[in-house]
T-cell receptor, first 114, second 115 residues
Framework: ETGVTQTPRHLVMGMTNKKSLKCEQHLGHNAMYWYKQSAKKPLELMFVYSLEERVENNSVPSRFSPECPNSSHLFLHLHTLQPEDSALYLC?????????????FGPGTRLTVL | AQSVTQPDIHITVSEGASLELRCNYSYGATPYLFWYVQSPGQGLQLLLKYFSGDTLVQGIKGFEAEFKRSQSSFNLRKPSVHWSDAAEYFCAVGGPSGGYNKLIFGAGTRLAVHP
């Protein structure tokens, strides 16, 4: 595997379910990000991790809970979601946190909340 | 505040025609500018980026972009479009914010290519 991978690619869940999204980067990067992409809206940054430390929580509701156990893996734990949380969730990584550090994106997880 | 505007939501061109996608940004300092492309059901792929130096930058797949500071623009161009270029294109501006590189994305331009 190369680049940034995400699993699952598609997920359907009820509002009372608990599920997790997984992201893995094979680039040796130190920073990882979660973005939300909803229809007709620009990409929204959710969380930023650098060397496993959360450096940004962009006012995301607590029903989204990130976890970064090491610099290669990032999870997004989901519980009691709402239908408006249906979206494409994208993971990205960059070498470090600087402005010259390009972010590389995974293919995303298409989440549908019923 | 930082912002990115992509004025065209949808663009349709014929295969072989030239293409220009517009991007205007608002940023207080020297911007770091990016163009990404997203094919249906896929993540974002970096096409090119501008940090400094030559204002005309070359990217992958035959794309180029020109940084014009006076116009706060970073338009993407391709001289001859291929059917496989049909996708959504995102312009982004990046810069330090709270200790990390924050990317602000435009709303995207969806490109359709007619045979």
């Amino acid at each position: 595997e190369t680049g940034v991978t995400q699993t699952p690619r598609h997920l359907v869940m009820g509002m009372t379910n608990k599920k997790s999204l997984k992201c893995e980067q094979h680039l040796g990067h130190n920073a990882m990000y979660w973005y939300k992409q909803s229809a007709k809206k620009p990409l929204e940054l959710m969380f930023v991790y650098s060397l496993e430390e959360r450096v940004e929580n962009n006012s995301v509701p607590s029903r989204f809970s990130p976890e970064c156990p090491n610099s290669s893996h990032l999870f997004l734990h989901l519980h009691t979601l709402q239908p408006e949380d249906s979206a494409l969730y994208l993971c990205a990584s960059s070498q470090d946190r600087g402005p010259a550090d390009t972010q590389y994106f995974g293919p995303g997880t298409r989440l549908t909340v019923l | 505040a930082q912002s990115v505007t992509q004025p065209d939501i949808h663009i349709t061109v014929s295969e072989g025609a030239s293409l220009e996608l517009r991007c205007n940004y608002s940023y207080g300092a020297t911007p770091y500018l990016f163009w990404y492309v997203q094919s249906p059901g896929q993540g974002l792929q970096l096409l090119l980026k501008y940090f400094s130096g030559d204002t005309l930058v070359q990217g992958i797949k035959g794309f180029e972009a020109e940084f014009k500071r006076s116009q706060s623009s970073f338009n993407l161009r391709k001289p001859s479009v291929h059917w496989s270029d049909a996708a959504e294109y995102f312009c982004a501006v990046g810069g330090p914010s709270g200790g990390y590189n924050k990317l602000i994305f435009g709303a995207g331009t969806r490109l359709a290519v007619h045979p």
